[in-house]
């Protein structure tokens, strides 16, 4: 599967942003989507991750209660949508898909990646 994101930019702390993560190629299912991040000079971390039917969602400490995952299978999308941004969110962030049940925050069992997408939060 190929996964394209997109939605990143520049943003003032206390904004908002939505990412879009498109997938095409092979099935989009049955598939666990996860975002992740990666700010300059550090490791690639997990944000957040959502079953094949939504219901199930996981989220990095960091980001929890200000963000949201979603999908949407008929257009084969996954968001991710971040309130209260902060400037330590600046980072690049990247949409996966893992070919497991559940959610995964486990980068390791995540075996497409989209090129990812600059989100920048100035103070």
């Known amino acids: 599967v190929q996964l394209q994101a997109s939605g990143g930019g520049l943003v003032q702390a206390g904004g908002s942003l939505r990412l879009s993560c498109a997938a095409s190629g092979r099935t989009f299912s049955p598939s666990v989507m996860g975002w992740f991040r990666q700010a300059p000079g550090k490791e690639r971390e997990f944000v957040a991750s959502?079953?094949?039917?939504?219901?199930?969602?996981a989220y990095a400490d960091s980001v929890k209660g200000r963000a949201t995952i979603s999908r949407d299978n008929a257009k084969s999308t996954v968001y991710l949508q971040v309130d209260s941004l902060k400037p330590e969110d600046t980072a690049v962030y990247y949409c996966?898909?893992?070919?497991?049940?559940?959610?995964?925050?486990?980068?390791?069992?995540?075996?497409?990646w989209g090129q990812g997408t600059l989100v920048t939060v100035s103070s």
């Open positions: 959502v079953s094949w039917g939504g219901g199930i969602t």
């Open positions: 996966a898909a893992a070919r497991r049940l559940g959610v995964s925050i486990n980068i390791n069992d995540y075996g497409s």
